[in-house]
């Protein structure tokens, strides 16, 4: 799996469990999150260094349809795209030519990313959240197996998404920005992925 799958699929699990969660900070993050059914936005990610300096930047679109529907097409400086449409993930990378698949539980038991779309309550218990500000929350793996250490979910003064942090156990840490879209209605078959001919296609499903 590619380091930038890794990281934001590490990440669209944070955000979105637990409807049966006692009240508290998780029931407010959950709230917020899905007071939107569909997002669309403009994104721009950095990724700094343990010593703050630039390593790689990115940009592009992502789609949200919740629960469970998820595309991110970046745009620059490569192109490629990871699409989740409810049973299977797929992530393709147009330099390597080739799409790896994967199944949506195994994403949502391996990536905190899911949370953004999952409304899985089993997920959402196994992390801590906490309200740092009245737009900001943190968002801590109670376990410690992962690379992905802590998540930051910040929000804009209307509740809409505006930026995720991810601190990685080795100091890298990862802020993803988001310029929302103007609303759509977005629909499952917008999150109907075809796989392109003639690339090769990586199934980890079965494994």
Known sequence: MNRHLNILLGTVLLIGA????????????????????????DYAQTVYSSDNRVLQEQSGQLFLLRPNYFRMDTVEPDSATIVADGHDVYSYDEMLEQVTIYGFEQQVVNSPLMLII????????????????HDTFSVMPKSQN????????KFSEDNRLSELRFEEKDGKYS?????????SS????????VIPEGVTVDDQRSK
């Open 18 to 41: 637990a409807s049966d969660a006692a009240a508290g900070d998780d029931t407010l993050l959950h709230k917020m999150i899905f007071e939107q059914k569909s997002f669309s936005a």
């Open 118 to 133: 999952s409304d899985d309550s089993k997920l959402w218990n196994g992390y801590t959240v906490t309200r740092s500000a």
């Open 146 to 153: 992962g690379n992905v250490q802590s998540m930051t979910v």
């Open 175 to 183: 802020v993803y920005s988001f310029t929302p879209m103007k609303d």
């Open 186 to 193: 977005l629909t499952p078959s917008d999150f109907k992925y």
